[in-house]
């Protein structure tokens, strides 16, 4: 670490999209609609699919909604695809939650700790670079399709599954966020711009396990939320919680008076304080010309 500056003051909050921010999965408010697709009979085939063919569930989705597409002979663009995610509905209060928690880093921080958002989905990117809460977002990883010369969506060039968003958190970690970044060389940690303490991993189910036992792991927090309604998702979220992949469980509700706006805050609290513990180590090191 340098003898004259601190630079780990950046908390980053990462979501998963679906189930997390969202309820349903995004395809279900966008693209199966506008293709008269059920929903229940569209994952039902993807399940068979992948179990016959033993394929990557998320390439066997990706793939058949092209090819959904092409027999009813519907083109798909990106800004198609942009367009539907407009309309996306989301969990009460998801639309003033960053904002909001902006607002409480910046003041609990004293202006000198900043709070960045990311989503890391393995729903579609082209959908997400739509949504009405866009803005909020450093970055969204997501999978992606590769679009031809006449701007329609012909395959998947990215693909995003429950153990492979692991690498985007390092990224995140790292400071490599761009793709084309390689995240392979050691870095030491005190020269990570993101330290893994001061992350925070919110998702809903057993498909962001590997993610939030990364983030445990390595020192930092992670939360499961569920549908207030939902019996099963609530299981879900308590088996987590009695395993210790999570901190906290709490209702999918973003409001501000809301239990999981309480425990978030509460995980921001006590980051601070780590990043006013750890600058002021620096500092006095520093104050006598030592290196940490």
């Known amino acids: 670490m340098s003898k004259t500056s601190f630079f780990q003051n950046t908390i980053a909050i990462v979501y998963d999209f679906d189930g997390t921010l969202s309820p349903q999965p995004m395809q279900e408010y966008t693209v199966l609609p506008k293709l008269g697709i059920k929903p229940d009979h569209f994952w039902s085939q993807v399940e068979q699919e992948s179990k016959e063919t033993v394929s990557e569930k998320m390439l066997v989705y990706m793939r058949l909604l092209l090819e959904e597409a092409h027999a009813r002979k519907i ?6 695809f942009q367009a539907m995610g407009k309309h996306i509905p989301y969990f009460p209060g998801v639309e003033d939650w960053f904002p909001r928690l902006n607002a409480y880093v910046s003041k609990q921080g004293l202006g000198k ?4 958002h990311y989503i890391v989905s393995a729903g579609m990117k082209e959908i997400l670079e739509g949504i009405s809460i866009r803005s909020y977002f450093r970055q969204i990883y997501a ?9 329609i969506a012909t395959f998947p060039k990215v693909l995003i599954t429950d153990t492979t968003k692991t690498q985007y958190l390092f990224r995140v970690n790292k400071g490599k966020e761009a793709l084309d970044e390689s995240i392979n060389e050691h870095m030491p940690e005190h020269d990570r711009p993101i330290p893994f303490q001061n992350i925070i991993y919110i998702g ?3 498909t962001d396990v590997p993610s939030m036992a990364l983030t445990k792991k390595n020192g930092g927090h992670t939360i499961a ?16 919680l009695s395993a210790k992949r999570v ?6 509700d973003y409001g501000p008076d809301s239990k999981l706006s309480a425990r978030v805050e509460l995980l921001l609290d006590a980051i601070i304080a780590d990043i006013a513990y750890r600058h002021e180590v620096a500092t006095c090191w520093a104050e006598h010309h030592l290196d940490l």
């Open 75 to 80: 083109n798909i663009s990106r800004s198609d």
């Open 113 to 116: 700790i900043n709070l960045r």
């Open 143 to 151: 999978s992606e399709y590769h679009f031809n010369f006449q701007g």
């Open 204 to 206: 809903d189910g057993m």
């Open 225 to 240: 939320v569920y549908p207030k309604r939902s019996r099963h998702d609530r299981e879900t979220c308590v088996k987590l």
């Open 247 to 252: 901190d906290f469980i709490a209702p999918a």
